[in-house]
């Protein structure tokens, strides 16, 4: 059920979600939100939690199939052992999707999902949310105009759940992945990664032509922690994904002071404070969808960013666990 553009002033565009645990909730409701959006219904493996979610938003809780017969698009949030095949499902009905990362289990998956979607007229987004926080955004319009020569991101945090230990490569260092990769627009050309306390602390440090990207995630450590840091031959570039807020420091130079005969050092240094438009990153990400789908363009996050992505934790958390091409510690990638 491709949507007509022709019709695209004449009705709300039909949104649905599959899968509405805490991420697909928060889809629910921001559909629920936006305007020429009509939030046609939802639907969950478990029927009950769909109802709740159903009446919260004000719409129907149905299964899969009569929830794609009331769509224009959907967002697909049900666990990655599944995406391949409920996405599959949503296309063959003609449904636009925007799935949540990854993509799939696998690249191969993912690249027949990417061709399904070309064939069929569709679009297919990834929904690599931080692409959306408006402070990236703001340097994603700097980073142009800048040398940059290394890049820095930390993703820190103590347990959500102590008794559930999720992988913290792919559940946390792919927003990073994704990130710098958009900024740098391009792949690297060798990673390296380790990890400690059974995976739940790792780094990963990817080389590109002229640039290296140092990358950190955990669960182990007793403060949250959401930062980039872009160094530029001209400037040092700091976002905190938390605050929405990025700071540039230009003109740093070191001076040696006089005071009563006393030598002083002091370090001074311009700071910008360049305007960011804050707002939720998921509301900007299903605006973005959606315009997409209107217009019949390519989205902000393709289905080829999605397998990149996830083509680059996998290798990363094959280093981290050991199981790289000859148990090595670096891979080039080809």
Do not use: W
């Given at each position: 059920?491709?949507?007509?553009?022709?019709?695209?002033?004449?009705?709300?565009?039909?949104?649905?979600?599959?899968?509405?645990?805490?991420?697909?909730?928060?889809?629910?409701?921001?559909?629920?939100?936006?305007?020429?959006?009509?939030?046609?219904?939802v639907?969950?493996?478990?029927?009950?939690?769909?109802?709740?979610?159903?009446?919260?938003?004000?719409?129907?809780?149905?299964?899969?199939?009569?929830?794609?017969?009331?769509?224009?698009?959907?967002?697909?949030?049900?666990?990655?052992?599944?995406?391949?095949?409920?996405?599959?499902?949503?296309?063959?009905?003609?449904?636009?999707?925007?799935?949540?990362?990854?993509?799939?289990?696998?690249?191969?998956?993912?690249?027949?999902?990417?061709?399904?979607?070309?064939?069929?007229?569709?679009?297919l987004?990834?929904?690599?949310?931080?692409?959306?926080?408006p402070?990236?955004?703001?340097?994603?319009?700097?980073?142009?105009?800048?040398?940059?020569?290394?890049?820095?991101?930390?993703?820190?945090?103590?347990p959500?759940?102590?008794?559930?230990?999720?992988?913290?490569?792919?559940?946390?260092?792919?927003?990073?992945?994704?990130?710098?990769?958009?900024?740098l627009?391009?792949?690297?050309?060798?990673?390296?990664?380790?990890?400690?306390?059974?995976?739940?602390?790792?780094?990963?440090?990817?080389?590109?032509?002229?640039?290296?990207?140092?990358?950190?995630?955990?669960?182990?450590?007793?403060?949250?922690?959401?930062?980039?840091?872009?160094?530029?031959?001209?400037?040092?570039?700091?976002?905190?994904?938390?605050?929405?807020?990025?700071?540039?420091?230009?003109?740093?130079?070191?001076?040696?002071l006089?005071?009563?005969?006393?030598?002083?050092?002091?370090?001074?240094?311009?700071?910008?404070?360049?305007?960011?438009?804050?707002?939720?990153?998921?509301?900007?990400?299903?605006?973005?969808?959606?315009?997409?789908?209107?217009?019949?363009?390519?989205?902000?996050?393709?289905?080829?960013?999605?397998?990149?992505?996830?083509?680059?934790?996998?290798?990363?958390?094959?280093?981290?666990?050991?199981?790289?091409?000859?148990?090595?510690?670096?891979?080039?990638i080809?």
């Amino acid at each position: 059920m491709s949507m007509d553009t022709s019709q695209e002033s004449t009705r709300a565009v039909r949104a649905g979600v599959i899968g509405v645990g805490a991420m697909g909730k928060n889809h629910a409701r921001v559909y629920s939100e936006l305007r020429d959006v009509a939030l046609a219904g939802v639907c969950d493996h478990d029927r009950e939690v769909a109802r709740t979610v159903a009446a919260e938003y004000g719409t129907v809780a149905t299964d899969l199939q009569s929830l794609l017969e009331r769509c224009d698009v959907v967002t697909v949030a049900v666990p990655t052992p599944v995406h391949y095949e409920t996405v599959s499902q949503c296309l063959d009905a003609g449904v636009h999707v925007l799935v949540e990362k990854p993509i799939a289990e696998t690249t191969d998956q993912g690249r027949r999902l990417a061709e399904q979607a070309r064939e069929a007229g569709l679009v297919l987004q990834v929904g690599h949310i931080e692409r959306f926080n408006p402070a990236v955004q703001t340097v994603a319009e700097l980073i142009d105009d800048l040398e940059v020569i290394g890049l820095e991101a930390e993703r820190l945090g103590p347990p959500v759940d102590r008794t559930a230990r999720g992988n913290v490569v792919f559940d946390l260092m792919v927003h990073d992945v994704d990130v710098v990769g958009s900024l740098l627009d391009e792949q690297p050309e060798s990673v390296s990664a380790m990890g400690t306390d059974d995976g739940q602390y790792a780094t990963a440090t990817m080389a590109y032509d002229d640039v290296v990207a140092s990358l950190t995630a955990s669960r182990v450590t007793q403060k949250k922690v959401r930062k980039l840091t872009v160094t530029a031959t001209e400037c040092l570039v700091e976002v905190d994904y938390l605050q929405q807020s990025v700071l540039i420091h230009r003109n740093s130079y070191p001076e040696y002071l006089t005071d009563d005969g006393q030598r002083r050092y002091r370090h001074e240094s311009v700071v910008e404070r360049p305007r960011v438009d804050n707002g939720e990153p998921l509301r900007h990400e299903l605006e973005s969808f959606l315009e997409a789908v209107r217009t019949d363009s390519e989205p902000a996050v393709t289905a080829e960013d999605g397998i990149e992505a996830l083509e680059l934790v996998q290798t990363i958390d094959a280093l981290v666990d050991g199981n790289a091409p000859e148990r090595e510690r670096e891979v080039e990638i080809r």
